[in-house]
């Protein structure tokens, strides 16, 4: 599985940018996808979860800021980010497992989101 993760730049604080991540090399539909942050200094840590069923789950830092979805049909992930804020700065990886119980084992190459105050 391949992941091409785009859209970062620099953003004022409350600002929006919205990330993509186009994937190949299986078929979408069957991939479970995340995406995923490292500050500097810190350790990555997911952001929000969109199954293949379309369900969603989202770290309570973002929700109601950020949107995660999917388009099967692009075979493309997506995460919309709203009232963007200084610490939400960090590079933004995509990432899928194709086994449902397992881990989150592809990984695109990261995008850089940073936010100024």
């Known amino acids: 599985v391949q992941l091409q993760a785009s859209g970062g730049g620099l953003v004022q604080a409350g600002g929006s940018l919205r990330l993509s991540c186009a994937v190949s090399?299986?078929?979408?539909?069957?991939?479970?996808m995340g995406w995923f942050r490292q500050a500097p200094g810190k350790e990555r840590e997911f952001v929000a979860l969109?199954?293949?069923?379309?369900?969603?789950y989202y770290r309570d830092f973002v929700k109601g800021r950020f949107t995660i979805s999917r388009d099967n049909a692009k075979n493309t992930l997506y995460l919309q980010m709203n009232s963007l804020k200084p610490e939400d700065t960090a590079v933004y990886s995509c990432?899928?497992?194709?086994?449902?119980?397992?881990?989150?084992?592809?990984w695109g190459q990261g995008t850089l989101v940073t936010v100024s105050s």
């Open positions: 090399g299986h078929t979408f539909s069957d991939l479970d």
């Open positions: 969109i199954w293949r069923s379309s369900a969603t």
């Open positions: 990432a899928a497992r194709i086994d449902r119980t397992g881990e989150y084992d592809h």
